[in-house]
């Protein structure tokens, strides 16, 4: 798995969300689990099968996290004239006048009002290093696409 790159601030929600799930979210499925079998015969039991699933889902995103924190490379980046991951960037598709604004990024960075666009997919790559009025163009699965770059970091 490639290296994660993550601004400070989602840093540090990751690891708080992990440290939740790691306590009080362990105690809290075991506690439903431990309700849902005082309820009777666990094969016809629909609250013990449910807090199950929680649990199951909440140890994959416990794996998930670890693993992405394991090997994290946390951005202290500020002001870019050029596109990094971290930063934000506005592009127009050349076929159309409506811009749009984009993080380059972890998906886990969602919380930052742009959509995102990681810096190892097709965009993302040749996106890379350029800076505010280039053109740029990328292989997309419909085909060849070119897009201008409106701003950077704004």
Excluded: C, F, W
């Excluded at 009002?113 to 280039?134: D, R, T, W, Y």
């Amino acid at each position: 798995m490639a290296t994660t790159k993550l601004s400070a601030s989602t840093y540090e929600r990751l690891q708080a969300e992990l440290d939740d799930l790691k306590t009080r979210g362990r105690v809290d499925i075991a506690r439903h689990i431990e309700a849902a079998r005082m309820l009777g015969d666990l094969s016809e039991n629909g609250d013990y099968h449910a807090a199950k699933d929680s649990q199951g889902k909440m140890e994959a995103r416990i794996r998930q996290l670890e693993a992405m924190l394991d090997d994290v490379e946390v951005l202290h980046g500020g002001p870019s004239e050029e596109v990094v991951a971290g930063v934000k960037v506005s592009l127009r598709h050349m076929d159309s006048d409506e811009v749009e604004r984009y993080l380059i990024g972890s998906i886990e960075e969602r919380d930052s009002g742009a959509q995102v666009i990681s810096p190892g997919s097709p965009l993302g790559q040749a996106l890379m290093g350029k800076k505010a009025g280039e053109a740029v163009t990328y292989q997309a699965p419909s085909g060849t696409l070119k897009v201008e770059i409106v701003s950077v970091g704004d």
